[in-house]
Each structure stands twice: as structure tokens, then as C-alpha cells.
């Protein structure tokens, strides 16, 4: 099959799903996956000829496009921080807003040469844990998650991109204390209470783990109130915590941490101007 037909099959079966711009994006990115070439180079060849096998992937990705699958977990990677991460579908898909919450934190801790040590909750993929010993390597980096299978990818990753990072498979909610004080706790925890997923989109719903997701609406802040309650135990004097929040309980989170030994430093707000993002310290 010719390149110039491969296209207008995917320009066909998802124009009903998304815009030119988008189709026109992810033929893009799974050119660049499949045919290892240059997309800009490659498709002002349009004649080119694409093998057998090499087409069955493209027919693949298009069928799992129009059933909403995300372009990420087609192609089984995503970047974050300008870094690749190998992902699955046990994992959360990275949001640039958690990219967001590491850069403020990298940007406030500037104490490369200095050995410290911080505790990210909640694995995923690894993407926090790993970022931030790429770029603080003197310092002592852990993570838990609830998830064996989260645990073993991010051990996957943090080997791809050459970094010890200690995982464990822990559960916040079942923690008591940790075996040294923390200089720093950094966590995106699930914060979508069940009720918002009316909003949300299908292929959100329909193939992410909504263990990383949702919790119930009895009690939305049950990660917050463990989180907050292990940093109390767990962190140094003037120790750190920095999470990701649901904007929509902001002013609830606070009151968690005005009854706790945390004090909030700076709440900060995302790209799209939502509240997202808390930074607190344990003064005592």
C-alpha cells in the first residue's frame, strides 16, 4: 500500500472522531513509531510503498483510535519532561499538569550537591521518581504504589534511563511511619471523585486504571488525609510536601492542613489557571 492511501484511510474513518489537525498528529507520531522515518520527510514522498506488516500496524492503530483508545498506550510510551517513559495500560497515562508539579518542585530545590532524600506517592509509571533523580542524582529517591504491576514497569523505566530509584510496594493508606525522616514527599494521588465522570472523556473511562483515577464521593480526600498525615510522622522539621489536587476541593484540603503541623506555603495555580498544585512545610 502507498503512504498517500494509508493517510486517506485515516483521514476516512476518523473524520467523525477528530479534527484534520489531529488525525493529521497522530499519522504523524505513528509514521515516526512504525516506519522509523522523519514524518516531514517521509510524507512529502507519498508515493512511498509501505509493507505488509508495516501496514497491519498502521490498520491496527486506527482501529484502536476510533474505538477512543489513547494515541499513548498505541504507540506504549509517552514523554515527560523531555524524557521517554515505556507505559502500559496498569499505569495513569502522565498529565503535562504533573509535569508542571515537578518542574516548581525541581525549580524550588535547587540542592543538587547536597544528599537528600524524597519520597514520591503513588509510582505510576515512575515518571516523578525518575525525573527527578535525572536531575538530582546525589540525592536518595523512593517510591511506593498499591500496584505490583506499576511497580515492576517503573523499575522497567528507571533502568532505561540508567537511575536507582528505591521502589516498594506500599499502600499509603495502610502506612504508619517510614524507615528514615524525608527531606521531601511529592505525590499525585487519585483525586476524580465519581461523580465528575459525566464529564470525562471515553477514552479516559474506558482505558485507564480508574484505581489511579477515582475516588469514591463519600470521601474524595481520603489520599490527602493519609498523605498529610504521613508527612506529619514521616517528614524532617522543614520538610516539604508537595502534592497534586482536584481544584474542586481545594478549600477542603486546606482545612486538612490547618489542623495538621503542615503549614501551606503557596498554592499554585495550573496552566489553565485551576488551583492544582500545594507546597507545605513542617515547621515543628
Given at each position: 500500500?502507498?503512504?498517500?492511501?494509508?493517510?486517506?484511510?485515516?483521514?476516512?474513518?476518523?473524520?467523525?472522531?477528530?479534527s484534520?489537525?489531529?488525525?493529521?498528529?497522530?499519522?504523524?507520531?505513528?509514521?515516526?513509531?512504525?516506519?522509523?522515518?522523519d514524518p516531514?520527510?517521509?510524507?512529502?514522498?507519498p508515493?512511498?510503498?509501505?509493507?505488509?506488516?508495516?501496514v497491519?500496524?498502521?490498520?491496527?492503530?486506527?482501529?484502536?483510535?476510533?474505538?477512543n483508545?489513547?494515541?499513548?498506550?498505541i504507540l506504549?510510551e509517552?514523554?515527560?519532561?523531555?524524557?521517554?517513559?515505556?507505559?502500559?495500560?496498569?499505569?495513569?497515562?502522565?498529565?503535562?499538569?504533573?509535569?508542571?508539579?515537578?518542574?516548581?518542585?525541581?525549580?524550588?530545590?535547587?540542592?543538587?550537591?547536597?544528599?537528600?532524600?524524597?519520597?514520591?506517592?503513588?509510582t505510576?509509571?515512575g515518571?516523578?521518581?525518575?525525573?527527578?533523580?535525572l536531575?538530582?542524582s546525589?540525592w536518595?529517591?523512593?517510591s511506593?504504589?498499591?500496584?505490583e504491576?506499576?511497580?515492576?514497569?517503573?523499575?522497567?523505566n528507571?533502568?532505561k534511563?540508567?537511575?536507582e530509584?528505591?521502589?516498594?510496594?506500599?499502600?499509603?493508606?495502610n502506612?504508619?511511619?517510614?524507615?528514615?525522616?524525608?527531606?521531601?514527599?511529592?505525590?499525585?494521588?487519585?483525586y476524580?471523585a465519581?461523580?465528575?465522570?459525566?464529564?470525562m472523556?471515553l477514552?479516559?473511562?474506558?482505558?485507564e486504571p480508574?484505581?489511579?483515577?477515582?475516588?469514591?464521593?463519600?470521601d474524595?480526600?481520603?489520599?490527602?488525609?493519609?498523605?498529610?498525615?504521613?508527612a506529619?510522622?514521616?517528614?524532617?522539621?522543614?520538610?516539604?510536601?508537595?502534592?497534586?489536587?482536584?481544584?474542586?476541593?481545594?478549600n477542603?484540603?486546606k482545612?486538612l492542613?490547618?489542623?495538621?503541623?503542615l503549614?501551606i506555603?503557596?498554592?499554585?495555580k495550573?496552566?489553565f489557571?485551576?488551583?492544582r498544585?500545594?507546597?507545605?512545610?513542617?515547621?515543628?
Open positions: 500500500m502507498l503512504l498517500v492511501d494509508l493517510k486517506k484511510k485515516y483521514d476516512f474513518y476518523l473524520r467523525n472522531k477528530f484534520k489537525l489531529e488525525i493529521q498528529f497522530f499519522f504523524k507520531i505513528l509514521v515516526k513509531k512504525y516506519l522509523q522515518e516531514i520527510i517521509i510524507l512529502s514522498k508515493e512511498t510503498k509501505i509493507n505488509k506488516k508495516k497491519e500496524f498502521f490498520f491496527s492503530a486506527l482501529k484502536d483510535l476510533k474505538n483508545k489513547p494515541i499513548q498506550y506504549k509517552v514523554y515527560f519532561c523531555d524524557k521517554k517513559f515505556i507505559l502500559n495500560e496498569f499505569v495513569l497515562i502522565p498529565r503535562p499538569e504533573t509535569e508542571e508539579l515537578v518542574n516548581w518542585f525541581l525549580e524550588n530545590h535547587n540542592e543538587k550537591y547536597f544528599e537528600k532524600t524524597i519520597l514520591d506517592i503513588g505510576g509509571s515518571c516523578i521518581p525518575i525525573s527527578i533523580k536531575k538530582r546525589n536518595r529517591v523512593e511506593i504504589d498499591i500496584s504491576k506499576c511497580i515492576n514497569l517503573a523499575k522497567i528507571a533502568k534511563h540508567s537511575v530509584v528505591n521502589f516498594q510496594k506500599r499502600d499509603i493508606l502506612i504508619e511511619n517510614w524507615d528514615n525522616k524525608l527531606d521531601y514527599i511529592i505525590s499525585n494521588p487519585p476524580v465519581k461523580f465528575q465522570k459525566k464529564d472523556d477514552n479516559v473511562l474506558n482505558y480508574k484505581s489511579a483515577i477515582f475516588v469514591e464521593n463519600d474524595p480526600l481520603i489520599f490527602y488525609r493519609n498523605i498529610i498525615d504521613f506529619e510522622r514521616n517528614l524532617k522539621k522543614k520538610g516539604y510536601l508537595y502534592i497534586e489536587i482536584n481544584p474542586l476541593f481545594c477542603d484540603i482545612m492542613f490547618e489542623r495538621s503541623n503549614e506555603k503557596k498554592i499554585k495550573d496552566f489557571e485551576k488551583k498544585f500545594i507546597k507545605a512545610k513542617k515547621n515543628r
